[in-house]
């Protein structure tokens, strides 16, 4: 199994910077793929980027030009650099994880850190 834990979220101001950290263990060989994702109040969980084992990444329009997500193979732990932060990048933000294991597709998520941009 695959575990992960986020850290970083906290309360910031517009135009404010923060990184997330998802670091991931146990049987992290199986993982093709991780992201981040986002819930706001009263809205759905949202994909806001998604990055490969192979380094290949994807992002969300609403943060395209001020998120990076990046990964530290030594480390397993996976990266969002916001910039830039707008009131609305307020939410939950979900470190997730795609791994496969004898053909079979599993999906892990992590407990989930705060991001509060105040403006």
């Known amino acids: 199994q695959v575990q992960l834990v986020e850290s970083g979220g906290g309360l910031v101001q517009a135009g404010d910077s923060l990184r997330l950290s998802c670091a991931a263990s146990g049987d992290t060989t199986c993982i093709s793929s991780m992201g981040w994702y986002r819930q706001g109040p009263g809205k759905e969980r949202d994909l806001v980027a998604t990055?490969?084992?192979?380094?290949?990444?994807d992002y969300a329009d609403f943060v395209k030009g001020r998120f990076t997500i990046s990964r530290d193979n030594a480390k397993n732990t996976v990266y969002l650099q916001m910039n830039s932060l707008k009131p609305e990048d307020t939410a939950v933000y979900y470190c997730?994880?795609?791994?496969?294991?004898?053909?079979?597709?599993?999906?892990?998520w992590g407990q989930g850190t705060q991001v509060t941009v105040s403006s």
């Open positions: 990055i490969t084992s192979g380094g290949s990444t």
């Open positions: 997730n994880a795609i791994g496969w294991r004898r053909f079979a597709r599993e999906e892990y």
